[in-house]
């Protein structure tokens, strides 16, 4: 059975496959560790194999998890809920699932009462109504609202591509990247500077179809921290 040092070298070797085949250098890539599955010596083990991002959904988790390892890079990748937003401001280097108006300003608010600026990525919808994130229709009016607000900085989007098929998994982050590129034009044209350099698209399943479509950031789980990960 692979040890974690060995499953993060299989990634490691996967991810820099997948730069070369997609003309990018393995330095564009961020690999963030999700971790919501396992505690702390785990993470521990992980940080001794070289992982400093990681990822988690829960802001319990992420307070106990920060808090033992605070030089760590920690991003909450979960459903936010407003009432357990102050756990996540500050200790968040990146929140990547913000979608709604209401939460934007209340991150500003803590944020402001923390006296930092807090990075933030927009998640936009896959398309499936069940699911969250922004409706490609609405991004713009998320992104300029939130350029008025002086204690959030949006650095780009994420999406999460429905599981089980590469094809369309490649086809949603390339309708992302797409989305992106058409809001940084509309966004200029209105006289507002804000960069959307981070893609954060693809998880265990289809992080090389993330990586060939321009993702600057992927969310492994699985194929790091599961040891009968088969995918």
């Known amino acids: 059975m692979a040890t974690l040092e060995q499953r993060w070298e299989s990634v490691e070797e996967s991810v820099e496959e997948a730069c070369a085949a997609a003309g990018r250098a393995r330095s564009d890539v961020r690999v963030i560790g999700v971790s919501k599955t396992v505690g702390l010596d785990a993470v521990s083990e992980a940080i001794e194999a070289g992982i400093h991002d990681f990822g988690e959904n829960r802001p319990d988790e992420l307070v106990r998890k ?15 809920q407003s009432r357990q937003l102050d756990k996540v401001v500050g200790r968040a280097c990146l929140i ?8 934007a300003d209340k991150i500003d608010r803590l944020a402001a009462a923390a006296g930092i600026v ?14 969250q994130g922004v409706a ?21 989007l994420m999406i999460m591509a429905p599981i089980g098929d590469a094809s369309v998994a490649r086809a949603t982050f390339k309708r992302l990247r797409g989305l992106r590129d058409a809001a940084q034009s509309d966004l200029a044209a209105r006289g507002i500077d804000m960069e959307l350099h981070e893609l954060s698209m693809g998880m265990s399943n289809d992080y090389s179809e993330g990586i060939g479509e321009g993702a600057t ?7 790091i921290f599961s040891a009968d990960y088969a995918g």
């Open 66 to 80: 920060h808090d033992a390892f605070p030089s760590e890079n920690w991003h909450f990748i979960g459903n936010i």
């Open 96 to 103: 990547h699932s913000l979608y709604q108006e209401s939460h």
């Open 136 to 156: 490609d229709e609405n991004l713009i009016d998320m992104l300029t609202h939130c350029a008025t607000l002086d204690h959030v900085h949006v650095k780009g």
């Open 217 to 223: 950031m992927v969310r492994i789980g699985r194929a």
């Open 118 to 131: 807090q990075d933030v990525l927009i998640e936009v919808n896959d398309g499936e109504s069940n699911k």
